[in-house]
């Protein structure tokens, strides 16, 4: 499965990245930020997109609804913190197809996706 | 991990043990714990370097690496000498600071076992240098001086070079 | 063995990132202060507090995850409802005192050592402020919790018909343990469930407006009951595929407390650490961070190269001879080790703009505890200087601040009285001139008293009467002596007695000079002028005796050879040259040096004049050499600094060449 992997921290992009590529996944883009999440979504026609919520420049939510007006079928789960919870809400309402709440571990990450496989 | 490199060391340390290189001034025979020294170069053209004791006679460029060179004579209070062919500069590296010592000549590379070096007499008003002796070592009946490395360099320059190097830590 | 190690990557790349955000962060909250409030910063303080959050989470530093939740919490609600009551300088002083925790730990994580400090008081702090807001805001709202009620859920379903074809279900979901924001994954559910099936209630009902029901979720599973056409086996795929859902019932009956009681939990899955994560494999980072020694390494192997090439293109075996294809590829060659070059060097540089606006939280600090009103303006923050140095000045940098601050800039009354603006102003200044940097710090306060410098010098013993004759440059020039402060009292952040010498120490050990200036009255100008060490510069090589000196040609005005008529002896035989009306002092190289066998006679060497910070004076050695250009290697550590050297340099034969400073010849 080919993901993209959408947020500003380095560290989180980092660690999600080694996750998905230890357990079969294909990282196959990042972005810092939801502009560049949209343009390497076009670009990569990635199977998931991982999508902060919280970024610079232009936030995952807005991100979200750009992604699924160009593809409603594209499957986007959400990274969040705790205590983002309307937000969340709003990105479900907005077609986000999950979404899995930072700190996660390894566990965590793999039990989430397994459900688009 | 830790334990390889002590492993590393104490093996190195071993074979380096009880080793001494020797060198002349004039008559005499010196010896210096091989563990120091990390190479032997022929005289080269030295760079003075103004206000420095008579001793510190300058810089030499050692491969790339700027250091600086004693005359042990001159440290011991010895008339000088001129350089010639044979003379030598020995490069030892204290605390990571390395220097070049030029003696007369090098003689070889020597075991002397701890237990044929005795320390040296204490003289009320012994001459200057005898406070870098550290060691008199006998070998087939032949005196050989065993030079206090560490003290070479020692008071007031070990003072200095411990301050410069902390402060210019890079 | 290896447990540590293999977290060592993320943990750097945690304080890598943590360190970056906090800077941005610290530099958002100065900037706002100045220019009248936080408000333009609200989202990026909010986002950074959360992104540390997430970040600190994931590596179980927990005390600093809560605190940035705790700020982010703040920061979230002055974005939501945008309250018109802030005490801004308060929160400035709160997200600062984070800040200095947050920075602690990181530190510490950075030591290898864990993060133990305790952030409690803080967030007791930002609590505390949060809740005054939502106070004394009219437009918060009550949060209070709705109350739960199965009755509800009961009759709503129960008043909905069945319709035909369509068949009732109603399932009890539990999701993952740990998966997080479980009434949000319920509401997830619901609203997907909602393309499948209508008639849709579930309890608890009010997954949305109170997230205390993930608890409930977590303990009691979630109770959907639905109306629809579709048969089990797509349901049960439906509710296979939906994110962290552990075990789900589904049945045709409807019977909430019955459901509820039968729901069973159990889950043993544990959850692993991002530490045990970073076992598993090495992970791939797009930067690297360089051994110094390497950086120093590659420099010199540059600087042999330059040499080298030199030794090749200007080979004397090549005069007379005609090469103009070769003469094209030397050029070729220069051309790339000269962008070589830039591109090693430019490698270590570093701006000093990291540097600089720590001075503002100082400034800050200051004013606000000691009551005084002062603004710092930066100018050529940008000016890079060797990451080396940048390591040496910045202490020395801070106390002099503290000292315009604290001894420099008067209380306001003060200053007022004395027709001067309230607000007492600092400048810091950094600028390139003639291959040097210049770090000026320049205060409009009190300045300093002549007199009373004259009269601690003179108890001191460092003058042994009060001689008018002194320059004031050189009378102020004391107070960067051991021990030397005339200031009686000693406040909190300077005038111990102990600093303006180190200071000085400080600037000396990277090969640099302060100079002070002063005006009473008007303040005070402290110069800091930093050589550019391990670079490489255009040289002129000088021959005196048998040595050969290199002057940086950046320093060199021009040289000529000295006429008769021109020279001046004064009555202490001091040697001076008269050139278009101007006198400059001669300095005789091979005297200052203590070279032998050297060309005395005036006439017949050369005058090299040099000129520094405004100051001219003409070398005199036996002849130019020419120019080349020099990589500058510092003397070795064993030789104490010596004054009017700079360092020195390899020349194409191997030997060594010193490099003049000549701002130590000057002075």
């Given at each position: 499965m080919r993901v993209l992997i959408v947020d500003d921290a380095l560290f989180i992009r980092r660690t999600l990245k080694m996750i998905l590529e230890q357990n079969?996944?294909?990282?196959?883009g990042e972005a810092e930020n939801g502009l560049e999440g949209i343009l390497k979504y076009k670009l990569l026609?990635?199977?998931?997109i991982t999508m902060?919520?919280?970024?610079?420049?232009?936030d995952g939510l807005t991100a979200l609804k750009a992604i699924k007006k160009i593809d409603p079928s594209a499957k986007v789960v959400m990274i969040t913190a705790l205590g983002n919870e309307s937000t969340v809400k709003e990105t479900i309402l907005s077609g986000a197809n999950g979404f899995i709440v930072k700190p996660f571990v390894q566990e965590q990450v793999l039990r989430g996706l397994s459900a688009f496989k | 991990m830790s334990e390889v490199i002590e492993n590393e060391v104490e093996l190195e340390e071993d074979t380096q043990k009880d080793k001494f290189l020797t060198f002349f001034l004039g008559d005499e025979v010196y010896g210096i714990?091989?563990?120091?020294?990390?190479e032997i170069i022929g005289l080269q053209s030295i760079t003075q370097i103004p206000d420095?004791?008579?001793?510190?006679k300058g810089i030499i460029n050692l491969r790339g690496k700027i250091i600086p060179v004693i005359d042990v004579r001159l440290r011991f209070k010895k008339s000088s000498q001129e350089y010639n062919d044979r003379t030598c500069i020995v490069v030892v590296e204290i605390k990571e600071v390395a220097v070049g010592f030029i003696v007369d000549t090098v003689a070889e590379v020597l075991t002397i076992q701890s237990q044929d070096i005795v320390l040296p007499p204490q003289f009320?008003?012994?001459?200057?240098?005898?406070?870098?002796?550290?060691g008199i070592g006998k070998v087939d009946n032949v005196v050989k001086l065993i030079l206090d490395c560490d003290r070479l360099l020692n008071d007031e320059e070990m003072n200095s070079l411990e301050e410069l190097s902390s402060g210019q830590s890079k | 063995m290896d447990n540590d190690d293999s977290r060592v990557p993320m943990s750097d790349l945690f304080v890598f990132e943590t360190n970056q955000m906090l800077e941005q962060l610290e530099r958002l909250i100065l900037d706002g202060e100045k220019s009248g409030g936080l408000k333009a910063s609200i989202n990026e303080v909010f986002r950074i507090m959360h992104t540390i959050k997430g970040s600190a989470a994931m590596m179980l530093f927990n005390d600093i995850s809560c605190l940035a939740h705790s700020i982010e919490d703040v920061f979230y609600y002055l974005r939501e409802?945008?309250?018109?009551?802030?005490d801004y300088s308060e929160l400035t002083d709160l997200v600062l005192q984070a800040v200095d925790f947050i920075k602690d730990e990181v530190r510490k994580v950075e030591n290898r050592?864990?993060?133990?400090?305790?952030c409690s008081e803080i967030r007791k702090k930002s609590g505390a402020f949060l809740l005054t807001l939502q106070v004394i805001?009219?437009?918060?709202?009550?949060?209070s919790l709705k109350s739960l009620d199965h009755e509800e859920l009961q009759h709503d379903i129960d008043e909905k018909p069945v319709r035909e074809g369509q068949t009732k279900w109603e399932a009890v979901i539990f999701f993952d343990e740990?998966?997080?924001?479980e009434n949000i994954r319920a509401f997830t559910l619901v609203h997907e469930l909602e393309e499948l099936a209508e008639d849709i209630a579930f309890f608890p009902k009010d997954i949305l407006e109170n997230d205390s029901t993930a608890e409930m979720i977590r303990e009691a599973g979630f109770k959907v009951v639905f109306a629809t056409v579709n048969s089990s086996a797509r349901l049960e795929e439906f509710f296979a595929k939906?994110?962290?859902?552990?075990n789900f019932q589904l049945k045709k009956t409807i019977n909430l407390e019955e459901s509820i009681a039968n729901s069973v939990v159990s889950d043993n899955s544990k959850p692993s650490s991002l530490q045990e994560i970073s076992q598993r494999g090495e992970s791939k980072h797009s930067f690297i961070s360089v051994n110094v020694a390497k950086m120093d390494m590659l420099m010199d192997l540059v600087g042999e190269l330059v040499i080298a090439e030199a030794m090749v293109t200007q080979n004397?075996?090549?005069?007379g001879v005609t090469l103009d294809k070769f003469y094209k590829s030397v050029r070729q060659l220069r051309k790339i080790t000269g962008e070589l070059q830039d591109t090693v060097m430019s490698i270590r540089m570093v701006p000093l703009s990291a540097t600089f606006h720590k001075m503002n939280r100082i400034v800050r600090d200051m004013v606000r505890q000691l009551d005084k009103q002062a603004e710092l303006q930066i100018v050529g923050e940008h000016t890079e200087v060797d990451k080396n140095i940048i390591e040496h000045i910045s202490d020395p940098l801070m106390h002099l601040i503290r000292n315009a601050v604290d001894h420099g800039i008067e209380p306001a009354e003060e200053r007022i009285a004395q027709g001067k603006a309230a607000v007492g102003k600092i400048r810091l200044e950094a600028k390139s001139a003639g291959g040097d940097v210049w770090i000026v710090i320049k205060d409009d306060g009190g300045g300093l008293h002549r007199e009373k410098i004259l009269k601690k010098a003179l108890e001191r013993g460092?003058?042994?009467?009060?001689?008018?004759?002194?320059?004031d440059k050189q009378v102020y020039s004391f107070?960067?002596?051991?021990?030397?402060?005339?200031?009686?009292e000693v406040t909190e952040f300077s005038?111990?007695?102990?600093g303006m010498d180190v200071v000085s120490q400080n600037i000396e050990k990277v090969g640099g000079t302060i100079s002070v200036d002063s005006v009473q009255g008007e303040g005070t100008t402290m110069s800091i002028r930093i050589p550019l060490t391990l670079a490489i510069i255009d040289g002129m090589k000088v021959k005196v005796g048998n040595s050969i000196y290199t002057i940086?040609?950046?320093?060199?005005k021009e040289s000529f050879r000295l006429q008769d008529q021109n020279l001046i002896t004064d009555a202490e035989k001091n040697e001076m040259v008269m050139i278009r009306g101007q006198c400059y002092p001669v300095l005789r190289l091979h005297e200052r040096f203590n070279?032998?066998?050297?060309?005395?006679?005036l006439r017949e060497g050369i005058m090299v004049m040099v000129e520094v910070d405004g100051r001219s004076l003409c070398l005199f050695a036996d002849s130019l050499l020419g120019q080349q250009q020099v990589v500058v290697k510092a003397l070795p550590?064993?030789?104490k600094k010596i004054r009017g050297i700079a360092g020195c340099t390899m020349l194409g034969d191997g030997s060594v060449s010193l490099i003049l400073d000549v701002a130590g010849l000057a002075y």
């Open positions: 079969g996944y294909e990282v196959v026609q990635p199977d998931l902060d919520i919280t970024m610079p420049q232009m | 714990e091989i563990k120091f020294v990390t420095l004791p008579d001793y510190v009320k008003n012994g001459s200057h240098y005898q406070r870098f002796i550290k | 409802n945008k309250p018109l009551l802030v050592e864990s993060p133990t400090g305790d805001d009219p437009a918060s709202k009550d949060i740990d998966c997080g924001m939906t994110m962290f859902l552990k004397p075996e090549l005069q460092l003058i042994h009467q009060a001689d008018s004759l002194l320059t107070i960067l002596q051991p021990g030397f402060s005339t200031k009686d005038g111990r007695g102990v940086p040609i950046i320093a060199i070279v032998q066998q050297t060309t005395t006679d550590s064993y030789i």
